[in-house]
Each structure stands twice: as C-alpha cells, then as structure tokens.
C-alpha cells in the first residue's frame, strides 16, 4: 500500500502556474510593508541591549536577514528578449507578484507557514524569511504587455521583449 501511494505521488503530472503581476502601486505598498517590518524588527534589537548605543547597521542587517529571504537570480539578455530566473522554492505561484517598470524588475513574495505544530516547541531552527523583494536592474526597456511567467518545480521564468530604443513603457497587469 505504502509503495503504491509513493508510485501514485511521484507519477503526478506536474503543471506549471504563473504569479500575479500587479501594477507599481501594489509594489510599493509591498516594499513599504517589508521596510516596516524590518525596522521594527531591528528597534527590537536595540531595545533588547536595554537601549544601549551599538551599531543600527548590524541592527539592520540582521533584522532583514530574518525578515527576507535571500532568493538567487540569474538575468540573461539576447537581441531582442530578456530573460530572468529566480529560485523560489517553498513559494506558490499565488504569493509571488511581478511588476516592470522602465528598466526595472520587481518581485516579492511571502510564504505561507505550513510548518507549525501545536503540541512542538522549537528547539532550533534554520527557517528563515518566508519572505522575498528583489528590485533587478533590466539591460534596457521591456515592451508593454511582453512580459511572460512560467513558474515550475519552485523556478520562476520571466522573459520580456525589449522595447524600441526611446520609448518609456511600463508593463503591469494583473492574471
């Protein structure tokens, strides 16, 4: 019985869905979010030294390496296309968001938490942000509606066709 379930998961057929894209508005509110909850986050630091001056940029950073989680990209360009890939495992296509503007990529994300039991207390973890913001600069200008996703086996494919030299184009939409 037991091989049989294991034989069923793994002849699954795996499908592949796209995040949302959403316009800047939407972006900004995220980053504004993220800021907020770093900050706080970092003052818990400072207020945990019973006030005491340190460094408000170590404060900071380790405030975000909590908050964000570090996702890898790889950004490639040919004659007429960029193309972008971001490894985002642990992450559905429904929490992750895409927006293009002028030369710049942004995507953000967050998790939601699966992990937690109710009888556990944690002794240690390694778990980290199950969030993500990343704000890429593009080689050039993306042509408005040409953004593509493809989002499979925690892979995030974007690819965009270049605009025509002197034209600002923003692409924003939501799927």
Do not use: H, N
Request: hydrophobic share 35%.
């Amino acid at each position: 019985m037991e091989k049989e379930k294991r034989m069923m998961e793994r002849d699954k057929p795996t499908f592949s869905l796209s995040p949302m894209l959403v316009d800047m508005e939407k972006m900004f509110e995220r980053f504004e979010e993220i800021t907020r909850e770093i900050s706080d986050r970092a003052f818990g630091f400072f207020e945990e030294r019973g006030r005491a001056l340190g460094s408000p940029i170590d404060d900071w950073m380790r405030a975000e390496s909590e908050v964000l989680r570090k996702v890898p990209v790889e950004i490639k360009e040919t004659d007429d296309e960029i193309s972008v890939c971001m490894a985002l495992a642990g992450f559905s296509p429904d929490e992750i968001e895409v927006s293009v503007k002028d030369t710049q990529l942004f995507v953000t994300g967050r998790a939601g938490s699966e992990l937690k039991g109710s009888d556990e207390s944690t002794i240690y973890s390694e778990w980290r942000g199950t969030r993500f913001y990343r704000e890429l600069p593009l080689p050039s200008r993306v042509k408005d509606g040409s953004l593509t996703t493809d989002f499979k086996d925690g892979v995030l494919m974007l690819s965009m066709k270049k605009a025509t030299a002197g034209k600002e184009q923003a692409v924003a939409k939501t799927v």
